[in-house]
């Protein structure tokens, strides 16, 4: 274990490096819905990762690089993601550095068909065992085992042989251990399980988001390199790790080339849209200065009630315009907003205006009674739909109206959206600036 009094002290520092769920090429299904998407430094983003990846290694001097699986999202359309695998473990081989490695759920040996030859500083762990490779001059012992099928369900920790008295013990595995969010069952384990194999350092696979399961011994999910979509956010990177013989030190090192971001924006105390966008680029400016000279992909959330809702509902898309302008405004940034979602609240009084004698009582009353009664919904739908409908192409309209333009319950599910604009709009959408 580290800090270890019995093992002997070594004059030389070893350092390595862990990462894992590089998911070279991995597809950003999509990107052709937005206009304007920086699609070509998206979809290069993995690799890009990847050369950075090899880039901390040779100027850091790594003895060794372990990867915890998933290299690649599948199997490769063609041979160029190998071959772009192959070119980087090629810069390790010429640095000196050796690189070690267990193939999980997506490039488990079921999954890819095509193969090209590694360079030979590349070494695999099998998947019929759990094998140790040892580095004598190092005085170092790395266990792993690969997974052979993609839903490997088994305990595969549980066969690893015991560490190694008198060298660093390092053990490779992909894994969910004992279940993680928005990640399936592989390969699952206890953390006792893995404890009493006597490793100093476990370099878990499989989980995206950087997680320290534990210091001693140290366990260690990195994370993947390049957050793919917006639920991957924030930095994300690999393990730079030291041991001098007595006691091992990490800390993370950020490799994405794209960072994805969440911003949620609470419109309740905004007045006006000048608010609003003093607060959006502050925010802005906050992320884009976080990531230094990446692109920020931001996904954007508004919420609230008050002047915003209104000004968004008598002129839908407003917010999301502005805050794509904003972004092009942060000096020095580079930020693409990936998508906006308005969750705004009307501030009004629904029930007093819908009891009113006027025009916006009785469109509240009309409305009231659309959502009640399919027939006169339906015929509303008719009345505002059916020229759009018309108009369609037959292939989009053929069968039992698969677009469900006059399905009732989309019709319902309109009325809120259909509402708030005709109310503001009879309110007198204006707001101050």
């Given at each position: 274990?580290?800090?270890?009094?019995?093992?002997?002290?070594?004059?030389?520092?070893?350092?390595?490096?862990?990462?894992?769920?590089?998911?070279?090429?991995?597809?950003?299904?999509?990107?052709?819905?937005?206009?304007?998407?920086?699609?070509?430094?998206?979809?290069?983003?993995?690799?890009?990762?990847?050369?950075?990846?090899?880039?901390?290694?040779i100027?850091?001097?790594?003895?060794?690089?372990?990867?915890?699986?998933?290299?690649?999202?599948?199997?490769?359309?063609?041979?160029?993601?190998?071959?772009?695998?192959?070119?980087?473990?090629?810069?390790?081989?010429?640095?000196?550095?050796?690189?070690?490695?267990?193939?999980?759920?997506?490039?488990?040996?079921?999954?890819?068909?095509?193969?090209?030859?590694?360079?030979?500083?590349?070494?695999?762990?099998?998947?019929?065992?759990?094998?140790?490779?040892?580095?004598?001059?190092?005085?170092?012992?790395?266990?792993?085992?690969?997974?052979?099928?993609?839903?490997?369900?088994?305990?595969?920790?549980?066969?690893?042989?015991?560490?190694?008295?008198?060298?660093?013990?390092?053990?490779?595995?992909?894994?969910?251990?004992?279940?993680?969010?928005?990640?399936?069952?592989?390969?699952?384990?206890?953390?006792?399980?893995?404890?009493?194999?006597?490793?100093?350092?476990w370099?878990l696979?499989?989980?995206?988001?950087?997680?320290?399961?534990?210091?001693?011994?140290?366990?260690?999910?990195?994370g993947?390199?390049?957050?793919?979509?917006?639920?991957?956010?924030?930095?994300?990177?690999?393990?730079?790790?030291?041991?001098?013989?007595?006691?091992?030190?990490?800390?993370?090192?950020?490799?994405?080339?794209?960072?994805?971001?969440?911003?949620?924006?609470?419109?309740?105390?905004?007045?006006?849209?000048?608010?609003?966008?003093?607060?959006?680029?502050?925010?802005?400016?906050?992320?884009a200065?976080?990531?230094?000279?990446?692109?920020?992909?931001?996904?954007?959330?508004?919420?609230?009630?008050?002047?915003?809702?209104?000004?968004?509902?008598?002129?839908?898309?407003?917010?999301?315009?502005?805050?794509?302008?904003?972004?092009?405004?942060?000096?020095?940034?580079?930020?693409w907003?990936?998508?906006v979602?308005?969750?705004?609240?009307?501030?009004?009084?629904r029930?007093?205006?819908?009891?009113?004698?006027?025009?916006?009582?009785?469109?509240?009353?009309?409305?009231?009674?659309?959502?009640?009664?399919?027939?006169?919904?339906?015929?509303?739908g008719?009345?505002?739909?059916?020229?759009?409908?018309?108009?369609?192409?037959?292939?989009?309209?053929?069968?039992?109206?698969?677009?469900?333009?006059?399905?009732?319950?989309?019709?319902?599910?309109?009325l809120?959206?259909?509402?708030?604009?005709?109310?503001?709009?009879?309110?007198?959408?204006?707001?101050?600036?």
């Amino acid at each position: 274990m580290a800090d270890d009094p019995r093992r002997p002290l070594r004059s030389m520092t070893v350092r390595f490096i862990h990462a894992s769920d590089l998911h070279i090429d991995s597809p950003l299904i999509g990107l052709d819905r937005y206009p304007g998407a920086p699609a070509g430094e998206l979809r290069s983003a993995t690799r890009a990762a990847l050369a950075n990846l090899v880039d901390l290694a040779i100027a850091e001097k790594a003895d060794f690089l372990v990867l915890a699986g998933d290299l690649y999202d599948g199997d490769w359309t063609d041979f160029n993601t190998g071959l772009y695998f192959r070119i980087q473990m090629a810069r390790l081989r010429d640095a000196g550095v050796p690189v070690f490695v267990v193939k999980g759920n997506h490039d488990a040996e079921s999954q890819i068909t095509r193969t090209l030859t590694a360079p030979d500083n590349v070494v695999e762990f099998p998947s019929s065992h759990a094998h140790t490779h040892t580095l004598p001059h190092l005085g170092v012992a790395l266990h792993g085992r690969s997974f052979r099928d993609r839903a490997t369900v088994d305990d595969l920790a549980a066969e690893y042989p015991d560490a190694i008295p008198g060298m660093l013990n390092v053990g490779l595995l992909h894994t969910s251990l004992d279940g993680r969010p928005y990640h399936d069952p592989y390969a699952p384990t206890r953390l006792d399980v893995l404890r009493r194999k006597g490793y100093d350092y476990w370099a878990l696979g499989h989980v995206h988001a950087r997680e320290v399961i534990c210091e001693r011994p140290r366990v260690v999910y990195s994370g993947n390199p390049q957050g793919r979509h917006a639920r991957e956010t924030g930095a994300k990177g690999c393990e730079l790790v030291e041991w001098d013989g007595k006691k091992l030190s990490a800390q993370p090192v950020a490799l994405d080339a794209v960072r994805w971001a969440q911003l949620s924006i609470a419109a309740d105390a905004m007045d006006g849209i000048s608010a609003f966008q003093q607060h959006a680029i502050d925010r802005l400016a906050g992320l884009a200065r976080d990531a230094g000279e990446r692109l920020v992909a931001v996904r954007v959330s508004i919420t609230g009630s008050g002047a915003l809702h209104r000004l968004e509902s008598s002129q839908p898309g407003r917010m999301e315009s502005e805050l794509r302008a904003m972004a092009s405004e942060v000096p020095g940034a580079r930020l693409w907003i990936e998508k906006v979602a308005c969750d705004l609240r009307p501030d009004y009084d629904r029930a007093r205006l819908a009891a009113g004698p006027d025009a916006i009582g009785e469109l509240l009353r009309l409305i009231d009674r659309a959502a009640a009664d399919e027939t006169e919904l339906a015929a509303i739908g008719r009345r505002a739909l059916e020229d759009l409908h018309a108009r369609l192409p037959s292939e989009l309209k053929s069968g039992a109206d698969p677009l469900r333009l006059l399905d009732a319950d989309v019709l319902r599910m309109l009325l809120p959206a259909a509402e708030a604009t005709l109310i503001a709009r009879l309110l007198d959408g204006n707001m101050p600036a």
